[in-house]
């Protein structure tokens, strides 16, 4: 209970902080001030930690102090400013909606869709813990480390997407693991994501003029895209991103209307703060840059250099404060602001002119996503049939440029990684797109339309610079759906006055996704939800089952929350230490440290650099361990193995075995320079029994799942030795 108290305090500090720091900026505008509100909330949490890192003292006592020491501060200032309160109209704005909705009965329906998704999203916000892969094996499974060892460092992981990602969200999932120990609302952040995304998304509609009814109706769309409804309760950032980078383009927008430096500042603050929360936002800054160049030559004629050189001295000044860390952190350890080799060379863009080509045109393909709908079984095959006469014309390879193919499947899935935008993402989105530079100039009001040109614009700019900047992954579909996030005022266009045959088409998918599909995502379905609450002897244990369940519905068990099991048998205080190898899904090993004891990442490469004798325990998760993050070059081994007929040989001496793998697949030898992307490593026999320990289970693990197939080998100090 304690923990829990300590926590609120500390979330009472920082929003009413962040509160009456917005209110010196803001009173008239609510949706603004809750912009702002969120805004200085998530940078203060960043600043906090980052300086509490540089010391080591990343701590809950130092966590509190600098939370009370804002509180304070921000009191000071507000009081000496007058202290200023928003002035809140609810029953206005209410007023408004409710006339909207009375005028259209469509809207009417799918503002109760939109109710219901919001309530089925909270409940899956409170009651699903972490159970997707991504996050158990580095989105989350970086914090406790952080936790551990008390700063924000690059530690020893096999998995360097741990140490090289942006770290922005993950400080926020840090921040209430300091204090609960463990994973409870930690998806609220992306609820905060959404949120921002939809007010923004309404405050740009509301700045061009449009009427309630088209704001609410462009709200309602993209609530209904099936990416949006599966990351509005999930671990995935690109929804967090959505809303910082349209959240900064509308308060620009609003600066260079109302001349205000406060919005420009708030604005840089936003895109800030989405650079260090995950690259497509860096990916995205070209197309949004343009569109901030057009609107200030627009609004502000011969003057639109003045706001566009404040806000790019903002920008760099919060980069360099709430983004920046591990940015530096990468290139002292890796040599590059970015990424370690490996990573640059796995999902680097690669094939020339072609390649660039053909990954825009997979993109545009992405969009024909049939997200918990069948249909793509019926038509998929002449979806895939267009793709591929395209690449036939241009003479490309369909493989070009392919760096984790989607197999050329129409995705009809449900899964968090795959999902698309959905049907309404290729018959909403994608003409709207298309058409709003070509009917914006005759609509009988043509002004307003022609301010969401650059928006329809700005979607298939980011396409095409994303095509050149990543290897095309089936994951990528990610991406596509937080530019469309950004591109979602034009989602204006779409509104149909009157009742007709598209539109009842657009409203059947709008509550089927809202209704439906939000309750059947398959890392969070609700009745399974409600089944495994009732069926387990406590809160606890439920969340145990569904973290580590392998299967839709919460069934299995994951083979690393056995491991975990298994060893909470011995006794507290052991320390113990793992060889992990990528992609391991190590967090709930981890959180172990939260139960007392001592749990360690540790990698063969470095093995010069451990104390093994200060273990107790030693787990390998698998007969060897491939790693991505590489301390040394393969020349540094170069004497220890050589290749005969494409076998590597050892020599009989080396104690722990490693050789470097190239982009090429082989491993790296004489003359052959190119890139190595992983490390492989494995002991010679008895490595562990002569260093003091002995087996103590095996634990092999069998699925037709390939990531839950292991075979586990734990070993234990022999103290007789």
């Not at 927008?253 to 205000?260: D, G, T, V």
Request: one cysteine or more.
């Amino acid at each position: 209970m304690t923990k829990f108290l300590l926590f609120f305090v500390s979330f009472l500090a920082v929003f009413c902080s962040s509160y009456l720091i917005a209110s010196v900026f803001e009173t008239k505008k609510f949706g603004t001030v809750f912009l702002y509100t969120g805004l200085i909330a998530f940078a203060q949490v960043v600043l906090g930690l980052e300086l509490m890192s540089l010391c080591s003292l990343i701590s809950v006592p130092g966590m509190l102090l600098w939370n009370i020491f804002v509180f304070i501060v921000s009191l000071v200032v507000w009081h000496k400013k007058g202290m200023p309160l928003v002035k809140l109209t609810p029953v206005r704005f209410f007023q408004r909606i409710w006339h909207a909705l009375k005028k259209d009965k469509f809207l009417m329906l799918m503002a109760f869709g939109f109710i219901f998704f919001v309530c089925v999203a909270v409940i899956f916000c409170l009651l699903v813990p972490v159970n997707s892969y991504d996050a158990m094996s580095y989105h989350l499974n970086r914090v406790p480390c952080w936790i551990s060892q008390g700063n924000l460092n690059h530690f020893d992981i096999a998995d360097d997407r741990n140490t090289v990602m942006p770290i922005n969200s993950e400080l926020l999932y840090m921040w209430v693991m300091l204090f609960l120990k463990n994973d409870f609302g930690l998806t609220f952040v992306s609820f905060a994501g959404f949120l921002f995304s939809i007010v923004s998304l309404y405050k740009v509609l509301s700045l061009f003029g449009f009427c309630e009814r088209k704001k609410m109706w462009s709200v309602f769309i993209l609530c209904s895209f099936a990416s949006v409804i599966a990351e509005a309760s999930s671990y995935e950032t690109d929804i967090v991103i959505g809303g910082l980078v349209l959240c900064g383009i509308y308060l620009y927008l609003n600066a260079i209307k109302e001349r205000s430096l406060s919005h420009i500042y708030f604005s840089s603050l936003a895109f800030g703060l989405a650079f260090g929360t995950k690259t497509p936002s860096l990916i995205a800054f070209p197309a949004c840059f343009a569109l901030i160049l057009y609107f200030s030559v627009l609004w502000r004629g011969k003057e639109w250099y003045k706001p566009v050189i404040t806000f790019c001295a903002f920008v760099g000044l919060n980069f360099l404060v709430f983004s920046s860390y591990n940015y530096f952190l990468n290139f002292i350890n890796y040599g590059s602001f970015l990424a370690t080799d490996s990573s640059r060379v796995i999902h680097g863009f690669w094939g020339g002119p072609k390649a660039y080509i053909a990954n825009f045109i997979r993109y545009v393909f992405m969009m024909f996503d049939f997200s918990g709908f069948r249909y793509s079984e019926y038509v998929g095959g002449y979806i895939n049939l267009a793709k591929f006469a395209l690449f036939h014309v241009l003479s490309i390879d369909p493989n070009l440029g392919v760096t984790m193919s989607d197999g050329n499947i129409v995705n009809n899935r449900l899964m968090d990684p795959v999902i698309g935008a959905g049907i309404l993402g290729f018959l909403v989105f994608l003409p709207c797109s298309i058409l709003c530079i070509i009917l914006a100039f005759f609509k009988r009001k043509p002004h307003k339309y022609l301010l969401l040109i650059p928006f329809g614009l700005l979607f298939w700019f980011n396409l095409l610079v994303m095509s050149g900047t990543l290897g095309y992954m089936v994951f990528s579909v990610r991406f596509v759906s937080f530019f469309m996030i950004l591109s979602s005022p034009i989602l204006a266009f779409s509104y149909i006055k009157k009742p007709n045959i598209v539109k009842i088409v657009i409203l059947f998918f709008s509550l089927s996704y809202l209704f439906l599909i939000s309750t059947h995502l398959a890392a969070r379905s609700l009745k399974p939800l409600i089944r495994v609450y009732r069926t387990e002897k406590s809160i606890f244990a439920a969340r145990n089952t569904i973290s580590c369940s392998i299967y839709s519905g919460y069934y299995g068990k994951m083979p690393f929350c056995s491991v975990r099991d298994y060893l909470l048998g011995m006794p507290k205080n052991s320390r113990i230490g793992v060889f992990p190898t990528t992609d391991t899904r190590t967090y709930h090993l981890k959180m172990m440290e939260f139960q007392g004891y001592k749990v360690d990442f540790l990698l063969f490469e470095n093995i010069e650099n451990y104390n093994l004798d200060d273990y107790d325990y030693i787990v390998l998760t698998d007969p060897y361990q491939v790693s991505t993050v590489m301390y040394h070059q393969e020349n540094a081994y170069k004497d220890r193995y050589y290749v005969v007929k494409d076998t590597i040989k050892f020599r009989e001496d080396t104690p722990v075995k490693c050789f470097y793998v190239s982009n090429k697949r082989i491993p790296i030898v004489g003359n052959d320079r190119s890139i190595p992307v992983q490390v492989v490593c494995y002991t010679r026999d008895n490595f562990f029994e002569d260093h003091g320990f002995r087996l103590k289970k095996v634990l092999q693990f069998k699925s037709a799942h390939n990531e839950n197939r292991n075979i586990v080998t734990i070993y234990e100090r022999d103290r007789d030795k």
